[in-house]
């Protein structure tokens, strides 16, 4: 995957996680679970589309033992172990869930090291 197919797509983190510029690693496969979202009582039926491009990944700031949940876009092929720097947030998704879409680019071996 290219670096334009992931910056095209921002993914999606908690605002109280973001660390702007900061490197990470992505340290989990993803995982079935996705914070709960509700439109309207009976619409159930939304949340899946809320997040049905998306994964839920945990990620470790490097230097730190700091772990997040990131929420990486499918189509942006994400695997375990993979390095990125974190950008800028780019828009809010839901401010009631305090979500918010970020960038995010692969980072080079030495800024994301643990």
Same mark, same amino acid.
């Given at each position: 995957?290219?670096?334009?197919?992931?910056?095209?797509? *921002?993914?999606?983190?908690?605002?109280?996680? $973001?660390?702007?510029?900061?490197?990470?690693?992505? $340290?989990?496969? *993803?995982l079935? @679970?996705? =914070?709960? &979202? #509700? @439109? +309207?009582?009976?619409?159930? @039926?939304?949340? /899946?589309?809320?997040?049905?491009?998306?994964?839920?990944?945990?990620?470790?700031?490097?230097?730190?033992? #700091?772990? &997040?949940?990131?929420? *990486? =876009?499918?189509?942006? #092929? &994400?695997?375990?172990? /993979?390095?990125?720097v974190? !950008?800028?947030?780019?828009?809010?998704?839901?401010?009631?869930? !305090?979500? $918010?879409? $970020?960038?995010?680019? =692969?980072?080079? /071996? +030495?800024?994301?090291? #643990?």
């Amino acid at each position: 995957m290219g670096l334009r197919s992931r910056a095209d797509r *921002p993914a999606r983190m908690h605002a109280t996680d $973001v660390r702007a510029g900061a490197a990470f690693r992505v $340290v989990s496969e *993803p995982l079935a @679970f996705y =914070p709960a &979202v #509700e @439109f +309207q009582e009976g619409e159930s @039926f939304l949340a /899946d589309f809320f997040w049905n491009d998306y994964e839920t990944r945990i990620a470790r700031y490097a230097g730190t033992n #700091e772990f &997040v949940l990131f929420y *990486p =876009p499918k189509a942006a #092929e &994400v695997e375990s172990g /993979d390095r990125f720097v974190l !950008g800028e947030v780019v828009g809010k998704v839901r401010m009631d869930l !305090g979500l $918010v879409r $970020v960038t995010f680019r =692969p980072a080079g /071996d +030495q800024s994301a090291s #643990e």
